[in-house]
């Protein structure tokens, strides 16, 4: 039997799924195969190029290849790349996300009420799964942490962006507590939520099933399917609406689908996203909105479409060694 690339490309190109992850481990088993899956992840490594690298999943992998691979373990590895701090740091937070993830793929009973955090870094997303067997994706420069409370609650902080496949257990709730002090609470159901650290609003929007949404202990409403609630904490304001809830989960399938977000709001996901920084330095594209629907596409393609919906001028800096031997990002300038 020989391998099918298709499973390996999709690892690369971050359009995995846990079929795709558990067939290349599969490889790594058999004698035979493991020896020709090595090789075509060889090619992937060597045609790899950090430098124009805008998004991190490929170096995670390709990180993971190595350490894999590579006489000496961790121990070796870690020499070898100790110049790369800031890939290095990636690669050890996403070992640690694979690591939680088969541990509570694995785990008895008896571990469904131990604490686990995934982190998602800047640029890439990841696959988790709950000690209870909730599932979901972790988006862009998220982190996530879960527990069970002394009212057998199961618990989830969340600073960043989720997708959640939560399992029903109707004695123990499922709540998600944000930066913003919102929580949505359930019972078994499939929802989004985007709560980063310092945004102004946060955001949930129901697929399936039922939440409850409160504030300080106080209810503040209920969600129905393809309903998506905006919560602003400096006011407590919130408005709801029924949305195409497949545009708003596509970021898990790679795609990034702005609906008529302002320049501010779009540069802010375009650089998560891409993992970049951005500096708006204009305020004359305040009044443009813009629409994009993004898949495999550039930083680049992206940036010309922006210039093209907005009219405003961009300036690129190139990464940056600093002074403790780690990276810059790369920053576009808004002008």
Known sequence: MAIRRTHIDNVFRQKFTFLDRRILEDYFKDDVLNEETRTVLQEQWEQFDAAHESRLDP????????LRHQKGGITGFRKRFRDYSRIAAVFVAGLLVAAGVYLSMHAGEETATLPVEFISHTGFRNQFRLPDGTSGWLGYGSVLKYHTDDRNRRIVDLNGLAYFDVVHQKKQPFVVQTPAG??????GTKFNVSSYQGDRVCEVILEQGRVRLGVQGHSV???CPNERVVYRSADHAVEKSRVDVSDYVAWKDGKLILHDVSLEEACLKLGRFYNVEFEIQTRRADDK???????DESLENALKLLTMITSVQIQTEEIKVLNNNSYSKRKIIIK
């Open 182 to 187: 919102l929580d949505v609470e359930v019972l």
């Open 59 to 66: 170096v995670y992998y390709k990180l993971y290849y190595q």
């Open 289 to 295: 909105k813009v629409r994009l629907v993004l898949e």
């Open 221 to 223: 409403g209920e969600l």
